[in-house]
């Protein structure tokens, strides 16, 4: 049995995805922590359990993602941009046209990538300097709203229309809602101005790049759907969300062990 | 590879060929494309431009005859010479070349700064020598002939070019024969043309020496030369993108060709003035950006290797 | 000592403290590396001298003038036939921004605000102790640099023309050449004659003979020195004399050579080769050049006015009259000079696509320093260039100091992975 894993170390969480014979066979999600080391460990040891393996059943383990070094038992480190191009290009590929835009939102960036007409990078461009535009932006306005991530798509997807959100800084943004619930504005409408606010922003990434039909989104802020429609309007196109978009990338550093072998 | 010595030493046994190589009873025919002058006593060919005014004084109806094949034969020769070497004729044969760099290399020893045209000024007078090939032919059909019956033009008007032509005078003085510096009072015309010729002559002296090659930019022969030189065996090629656009090329070229370092698109740049004195070869300090091409392959190529050498960079200090 | 100078005594001794941490931790990284080159021991000890003998950079002899410039448009050939020694001030330190800042906005040339900071307070006295500091008005920035330097050495400013092609821009650059030729004469009192400049000109085309064969050297397929030790190579010609630094050169390139006979190289022959352009990179802003090189790139070429630029072109003679000499230096230095500061890209095109094909280039990679606006703008041209030759470009935006690494370090990655996967 030849299994492979790919390890995904994020800021807010890391996720671990094992493939046997080019098929998904099992994923773990854990948050990150302080010991990534430590936690990636356990994650294996929990997933490994559950799927009824052992540990010499992984052949080989590919570690991307921001911590990507700082676990050791990984036999080789993948940058988080080819790995996310891999994974997309996977799970799109029983689909008649192919994946050209990869759009990601992390918990603290967001990239857009282009991709070739091979499923290779042709280009990328990333915000990894500032929260607009990233997970950490949600989970700002969901302290302040006191709801749960989880609650934010639905209940955007009420609004009748969304509330102009002006600063780019996510740091002003936080004073701007606080002011707006102190003046009693709905919720769902701040929140789709939120959204808004996140969407305008990936919009300009993916201006610099380039867009290309077929759209892909992943990260965990993916599961927004309310996220997801306004990123639509924006762009004008339709977007391809996979039903667990928080493992792409993790999916596409096993892909990349896989390949190793 | 000094090519500008090599070029040197072919120019004086040129010279000598053409202006003493009649002792010997050399004889290359009469469609030479260089100045080698009628009135050398010795020479061993005839530059062409005698031949094509003599020939264009003659009335029509002779030149259906057996002087138009004798003039076809020339022209054949001619073309042939130029198909071979193409304008390398006036850079490394014409005897009045040859003078003009021994005036150059006179003026560098004694230290006095060259001059150059301004821009305006050259591509003014491009088309002085094509004005001056067009006159050269007409002019002697209008003494063999008579326009819409008008009168012929006088017979002193033969050979109108080589009547003002600096070789006239300068060339047949290796041989002794001072005869054709004099102004010659017997016509009106006689006159004008003779003292044009006296005036060049001065000038050739003078600008020859403060400018290089400073009559080339005029001489007719050289018009009818870049007629052919896109069909001519020897050329010159540049590879636009190797170039650096340092400007070396134009700046050394005798000639002050400025396409040889502005042209980017074309490979062939042998341009209306360019003796193919390659020059500009040897000054380009990147690999293979000029190239001389006989029959497309490259007989010499700029090396930056070849550059330093010949700046003498590599003598022990 | 009164309070202010005590202060500005203790600040720049921070600085100096903090110029050393940077310069000791790229020198101790290139001392672990156990494939570098013997001969480049010779350029370390030049390097090690900015923070421990600092007064001793530049080597001269008494009384010998020191002109600094700041740019490869001076016309070095007329400095030494002057009698003095040049030695190129364009900065690249972290630590000295922040006292530049007190002189110009805080985006603005990176490399200007650090040699600001040099010269405003003696951490390296290179900066201050030169006898005169030439600038020629290229872009925006070195225009308002010559004004502000002025408060801190004597500064003379060469005027350049913007339009290279045409014939009246041109008299005047020769007319500037002329110009300083006159002022260098002033400032050393040794009048430049046909002999001494001939000598040196023969003197500058012995280094750049050594650099073309460094060139060769690197365009090979096996990779025997590093890109890093490349541009250090390149980057000590700024403040060493050129003679012995042709020597040392010579010896480099003496065991290169060797090592490409034996094999013996520094990283694997399949790493992807990179060309770095735009923003000129500086010791010891050595961010790029290294990360290159960590992510498993090999950079190959540089097309730097403060690497290959510099010592390329060659001054050709024709004539030895004066006139003659210095029409040769002006067109030299003038013509070939590809910096974006020119109204055309045609020729930086034509030398990127060349040296493409020259050193087999598979990415290049455009550094835009923050407030380059000449880089920046013709970044999209060199892209569109490159992209019909399908080789991909990426683009790293930074300043000098190294707050942004691990940023950079990601995108070089994927892109060092986009080319090895293009491969297949």
């Given at each position: 049995m030849d299994c492979f894993l790919g390890v995904d170390i994020g800021s807010a969480t890391t996720k671990l995805v094992v493939i046997n014979d080019g098929k998904m066979i099992g994923y773990r999600i854990m948050p990150t922590g302080v010991q990534c080391e430590e936690t990636a460990q356990n994650a294996l040891t929990a997933l490994l359990k559950e799927l009824n393996l052992?540990?010499?059943?992984?052949k080989g383990i590919t570690s991307t993602g921001y911590?990507?070094?700082?676990?050791?038992?990984?036999d080789n480190t993948i940058s988080e941009i080819t790995a996310n191009v891999r994974g997309a290009v996977w799970l799109m590929r029983k689909n008649e046209e192919k994946v050209r835009t990869v759009i990601n939102i992390g918990g603290q960036d967001s990239k857009v990538i282009a991709v070739d007409e091979d499923g290779m990078t042709k280009n990328f461009t990333m915000n990894?300097?500032?929260?607009?535009?990233?997970g950490r932006f949600l989970e700002t306005v969901t302290r302040i709203l006191e709801?749960?991530?989880?609650?934010l798509g639905e209940l955007s997807l009420n609004a009748g229309a969304p509330i102009k959100i002006n600063s780019t800084c996510a740091v002003f943004a936080e004073s701007e809602i606080i002011s707006l619930v102190a003046r009693k504005k709905n919720k769902s409408e701040i929140i789709a101005g939120a959204h808004c606010s996140i969407a305008i922003r990936i919009a300009r990434m993916v201006k610099s790049v380039g867009l290309i039909d077929i759209v892909f989104f992943d990260g965990?802020?993916?599961?927004n759907k309310g996220l997801v429609k306004v990123l639509e309007d924006e762009l004008a196109t339709d977007i391809y969300v996979p039903?667990?978009?928080?493992?792409t990338v993790a999916l596409g550093a096993a892909l990349m062990a896989s390949e190793a072998f | 590879m000094r090519v500008d010595r090599i070029r040197l030493l072919i120019q004086f046994l040129s010279f000598i060929l053409m202006i003493y190589g009649g002792i010997v009873l050399i004889n290359l025919g009469?469609?030479?494309?260089?100045?080698?002058?009628?009135?050398?006593?010795?020479?061993?060919?005839?530059?062409f431009l005698y031949p094509l005014q003599r020939f264009a004084g003659l009335p029509f109806f002779l030149l259906l005859g057996g002087y138009g094949i004798l003039l076809l034969k020339y022209m054949g020769m001619f073309i042939l010479w130029v198909i071979v070497l193409n304008t390398a004729w006036c850079g490394w044969v014409c005897p009045i070349g040859f003078l003009q760099d021994l005036l150059s290399k006179l003026r560098a020893y004694m230290n006095v700064d060259l001059s150059r045209f301004s821009w305006l000024t050259r591509d003014r007078y491009k088309s002085v020598k094509y004005i001056l090939l067009v006159l050269l032919i007409l002019l002697p059909i209008g003494i063999g002939n008579s326009f819409f019956g008008l009168p012929k033009l006088t017979d002193?008007?033969?050979v109108p070019f080589c009547q003002i032509c600096?070789?006239?005078?300068?060339?047949?003085m290796f041989d002794?024969?001072?005869?054709?510096?004099f102004i010659d009072f017997s016509s009106g015309t006689k006159i004008v043309l003779s003292t044009l010729s006296m005036i060049i002559l001065a000038l050739f002296f003078t600008a020859s020496f403060l400018k290089r090659r400073f009559f080339c930019s005029y001489c007719p022969m050289s018009a009818l030369l870049s007629l052919f030189k896109k069909t001519s065996l020897l050329s010159l090629k540049k590879d636009g993108r190797k170039c650096?656009?340092?400007g070396n090329c134009s700046r050394v070229c005798p000639m002050e060709i400025r396409e040889i370092a502005d042209?980017?698109?074309?490979?062939?740049?042998?341009?209306?003035?360019?003796?193919?004195?390659?020059r500009c070869i040897e000054v380009?300090?990147?690999?293979?950006?000029l190239r001389a091409t006989f029959a497309g392959m490259t007989i010499f190529p700029s090396t930056a290797k070849g550059f330093l050498k010949r700046q003498g960079a590599f003598e022990k200090v | 000592m009164s309070e202010k100078q005590n202060k500005l005594n203790r600040v720049q001794k921070r600085i100096k403290r903090h110029l050393s941490m940077s310069v000791r931790e790229i020198l101790d990284k290139m001392d672990e590396?156990?494939?570098?080159?013997?001969?480049m021991a010779y350029f370390d000890r030049l390097f090690n001298a900015f923070i421990e003998d600092s007064k001793r950079i530049v080597k001269k002899e008494n009384g010998q003038k020191v002109v600094g410039t700041?740019?490869?448009?001076?016309?070095?050939e007329l400095i030494y036939a002057a009698g003095a020694v040049p030695v190129r001030l364009c900065a690249g330190s972290y630590d000295t921004v922040e006292n530049g800042e007190d002189y110009l906005p805080?985006?603005?040339?990176p490399m200007v605000k650090s040699a600001i900071g040099f010269s405003a307070m003696p951490v390296i006295p290179l900066y201050q102790s030169c006898d005169l500091v030439v600038i020629p008005a290229t872009c925006n920035w070195k225009v308002k640099m010559g004004e502000i330097l002025k408060k801190f050495v004597p500064v003379l400013m060469l005027d350049l023309p913007?339009?290279?092609?045409s014939e009246n821009s041109r008299k005047f650059w020769l007319n500037e050449v002329n110009k300083f030729k006159q002022e260098l004469q002033k400032l050393t009192g040794l009048k430049i004659n046909r002999s001494r400049l001939r000598k040196a000109i023969k003197t500058i085309q012995k280094a750049q003979i050594e650099v073309r064969r460094f060139e060769k050297v690197r365009m090979?397929?096996?990779?025997?020195?590093q890109g890093q030790d490349a541009l250090a190579v390149m980057n000590t010609y700024f403040y060493d004399h050129v003679e012995s630094w042709t020597e040392a050169v010579k010896g480099l390139n003496d065991e290169l050579e060797e090592r490409l006979c034996s094999g013996k190289?520094?990283?694997?022959?399949?790493?992807p080769r990179i060309l770095l352009t735009g923003s000129p990179i500086i010791?010891?802003?050595?961010?790029m050049p290294v990360l290159i090189e960590e992510s498993?790139?090999?950079?190959?070429?540089d097309e730097f006015c403060t690497s290959n630029?510099?010592?390329h072109d060659m001054v050709a003679l024709d004539e030895l009259s004066m006139s003659d000499m210095i029409h040769a230096i002006a067109d030299r230095y003038l013509l070939p000079c590809t910096c974006p500061?020119?109204?055309?890209?045609l020729d930086r095109r034509n030398r990127i696509s060349q040296m493409s094909d020259d050193y087999q280039v598979e990415g290049v990679i455009y550094h835009i320093l923050k407030g380059c606006h000449p880089y920046d703008a013709e970044m999209k041209t060199i892209e569109e260039m490159l992209k019909d030759k399908g080789i991909p470009q990426l683009k790293i935006e930074t300043d000098?100091?190294?707050?942004?690494v691990e940023q950079i370090r990601t995108r070089i990655e994927a892109f060092i992975e986009t080319i090895k996967g293009r491969r297949r």
């Amino acid at each position: 049995m030849d299994c492979f894993l790919g390890v995904d170390i994020g800021s807010a969480t890391t996720k671990l995805v094992v493939i046997n014979d080019g098929k998904m066979i099992g994923y773990r999600i854990m948050p990150t922590g302080v010991q990534c080391e430590e936690t990636a460990q356990n994650a294996l040891t929990a997933l490994l359990k559950e799927l009824n393996l052992d540990r010499q059943h992984i052949k080989g383990i590919t570690s991307t993602g921001y911590g990507r070094r700082l676990i050791c038992f990984a036999d080789n480190t993948i940058s988080e941009i080819t790995a996310n191009v891999r994974g997309a290009v996977w799970l799109m590929r029983k689909n008649e046209e192919k994946v050209r835009t990869v759009i990601n939102i992390g918990g603290q960036d967001s990239k857009v990538i282009a991709v070739d007409e091979d499923g290779m990078t042709k280009n990328f461009t990333m915000n990894d300097k500032c929260a607009a535009g990233t997970g950490r932006f949600l989970e700002t306005v969901t302290r302040i709203l006191e709801i749960n991530v989880t609650d934010l798509g639905e209940l955007s997807l009420n609004a009748g229309a969304p509330i102009k959100i002006n600063s780019t800084c996510a740091v002003f943004a936080e004073s701007e809602i606080i002011s707006l619930v102190a003046r009693k504005k709905n919720k769902s409408e701040i929140i789709a101005g939120a959204h808004c606010s996140i969407a305008i922003r990936i919009a300009r990434m993916v201006k610099s790049v380039g867009l290309i039909d077929i759209v892909f989104f992943d990260g965990g802020p993916a599961l927004n759907k309310g996220l997801v429609k306004v990123l639509e309007d924006e762009l004008a196109t339709d977007i391809y969300v996979p039903s667990t978009p928080q493992i792409t990338v993790a999916l596409g550093a096993a892909l990349m062990a896989s390949e190793a072998f | 590879m000094r090519v500008d010595r090599i070029r040197l030493l072919i120019q004086f046994l040129s010279f000598i060929l053409m202006i003493y190589g009649g002792i010997v009873l050399i004889n290359l025919g009469r469609g030479l494309p260089a100045l080698t002058c009628v009135y050398s006593k010795y020479s061993a060919g005839l530059c062409f431009l005698y031949p094509l005014q003599r020939f264009a004084g003659l009335p029509f109806f002779l030149l259906l005859g057996g002087y138009g094949i004798l003039l076809l034969k020339y022209m054949g020769m001619f073309i042939l010479w130029v198909i071979v070497l193409n304008t390398a004729w006036c850079g490394w044969v014409c005897p009045i070349g040859f003078l003009q760099d021994l005036l150059s290399k006179l003026r560098a020893y004694m230290n006095v700064d060259l001059s150059r045209f301004s821009w305006l000024t050259r591509d003014r007078y491009k088309s002085v020598k094509y004005i001056l090939l067009v006159l050269l032919i007409l002019l002697p059909i209008g003494i063999g002939n008579s326009f819409f019956g008008l009168p012929k033009l006088t017979d002193d008007l033969a050979v109108p070019f080589c009547q003002i032509c600096p070789a006239k005078p300068l060339l047949p003085m290796f041989d002794g024969n001072f005869s054709h510096i004099f102004i010659d009072f017997s016509s009106g015309t006689k006159i004008v043309l003779s003292t044009l010729s006296m005036i060049i002559l001065a000038l050739f002296f003078t600008a020859s020496f403060l400018k290089r090659r400073f009559f080339c930019s005029y001489c007719p022969m050289s018009a009818l030369l870049s007629l052919f030189k896109k069909t001519s065996l020897l050329s010159l090629k540049k590879d636009g993108r190797k170039c650096t656009q340092c400007g070396n090329c134009s700046r050394v070229c005798p000639m002050e060709i400025r396409e040889i370092a502005d042209e980017r698109e074309r490979t062939d740049i042998v341009t209306q003035d360019c003796m193919l004195c390659m020059r500009c070869i040897e000054v380009c300090p990147e690999d293979n950006a000029l190239r001389a091409t006989f029959a497309g392959m490259t007989i010499f190529p700029s090396t930056a290797k070849g550059f330093l050498k010949r700046q003498g960079a590599f003598e022990k200090v | 000592m009164s309070e202010k100078q005590n202060k500005l005594n203790r600040v720049q001794k921070r600085i100096k403290r903090h110029l050393s941490m940077s310069v000791r931790e790229i020198l101790d990284k290139m001392d672990e590396d156990r494939t570098r080159p013997k001969n480049m021991a010779y350029f370390d000890r030049l390097f090690n001298a900015f923070i421990e003998d600092s007064k001793r950079i530049v080597k001269k002899e008494n009384g010998q003038k020191v002109v600094g410039t700041y740019c490869i448009l001076v016309p070095e050939e007329l400095i030494y036939a002057a009698g003095a020694v040049p030695v190129r001030l364009c900065a690249g330190s972290y630590d000295t921004v922040e006292n530049g800042e007190d002189y110009l906005p805080d985006i603005s040339c990176p490399m200007v605000k650090s040699a600001i900071g040099f010269s405003a307070m003696p951490v390296i006295p290179l900066y201050q102790s030169c006898d005169l500091v030439v600038i020629p008005a290229t872009c925006n920035w070195k225009v308002k640099m010559g004004e502000i330097l002025k408060k801190f050495v004597p500064v003379l400013m060469l005027d350049l023309p913007r339009i290279k092609e045409s014939e009246n821009s041109r008299k005047f650059w020769l007319n500037e050449v002329n110009k300083f030729k006159q002022e260098l004469q002033k400032l050393t009192g040794l009048k430049i004659n046909r002999s001494r400049l001939r000598k040196a000109i023969k003197t500058i085309q012995k280094a750049q003979i050594e650099v073309r064969r460094f060139e060769k050297v690197r365009m090979s397929q096996l990779p025997v020195i590093q890109g890093q030790d490349a541009l250090a190579v390149m980057n000590t010609y700024f403040y060493d004399h050129v003679e012995s630094w042709t020597e040392a050169v010579k010896g480099l390139n003496d065991e290169l050579e060797e090592r490409l006979c034996s094999g013996k190289t520094v990283c694997s022959s399949s790493a992807p080769r990179i060309l770095l352009t735009g923003s000129p990179i500086i010791f010891p802003n050595w961010k790029m050049p290294v990360l290159i090189e960590e992510s498993g790139g090999i950079l190959v070429a540089d097309e730097f006015c403060t690497s290959n630029r510099y010592l390329h072109d060659m001054v050709a003679l024709d004539e030895l009259s004066m006139s003659d000499m210095i029409h040769a230096i002006a067109d030299r230095y003038l013509l070939p000079c590809t910096c974006p500061i020119f109204s055309d890209t045609l020729d930086r095109r034509n030398r990127i696509s060349q040296m493409s094909d020259d050193y087999q280039v598979e990415g290049v990679i455009y550094h835009i320093l923050k407030g380059c606006h000449p880089y920046d703008a013709e970044m999209k041209t060199i892209e569109e260039m490159l992209k019909d030759k399908g080789i991909p470009q990426l683009k790293i935006e930074t300043d000098f100091s190294p707050e942004d690494v691990e940023q950079i370090r990601t995108r070089i990655e994927a892109f060092i992975e986009t080319i090895k996967g293009r491969r297949r």
